[in-house]
């Protein structure tokens, strides 16, 4: 049975008058249990400087990438492509930076993509970090996809996971999505706000080099994973933070 226009009516100013309802949430904010355990430092952001190697060694994009789908869509956090990369992460008082290149296939191949870096740059007033993770603020973005809304922003999360590797997860924030008060058939009256959707992908990348200063060309999907321990946040008694 179809709701009555006024109780449309009452949803649409209730909606109006908190702003917006309680968005819908697809996927989880926080890495994937099967990830790993997260290293969380005891004050501010994780350490996440490194360089690591994509493909994901597990969740989204560890896999087969559909080939009308481009990886990290709108180049947040940093530029990515289905094939082999390195993916370098600087880090300092002021902000991070996110560089990307594709990764080298065959001895002695010369190509201008496994020398030249993508480059993405986050101050440090564009990010907060809480629960051990470092979040960094959705922003509007355009996309080849439909998402059902006016549009959508996109941001991201990280996390330093104690094995060393790095939980990337970015979600997509579907704004501006409507729902007719009334709909009989292929006919449909008015309109009302619907609430955003939140929509969370992560991948887990495994970490190479420390980052310190920029690695070689490599193949990144094939390279031998280093990690080291003292990038693990430390307590005073010695015992990696939980």
Known sequence: MTPPLGHHFAVAATCALLVACKAEV???????????AVSKPLLGCPTVQ???AWPPAAG??????????EPWEGGIPVPARRGAMQIWVTQSMTGMVFRSRSARRLAGLRDRSLKEWSYAEYPRSSYSCIRGLLEVKAVDVETTEDYGGAGIRRGFKLATLKDGSLAVGVNTVVHGRTSPIFGWGDVSVGSI??????IWRWSKLSRLESGDQEPAPVNAALAPARIAESTRPVEADGRTAD
């Open 26 to 36: 697809s996927g989880s904010p926080t890495p994937p249990a099967e990830f790993g």
């Open 50 to 52: 490194g360089v690591y």
């Open 60 to 69: 989204t994009y560890s896999e087969h990438i559909a080939t009308n789908r």
């Open 193 to 198: 706000p619907m609430p955003d959707r939140i």
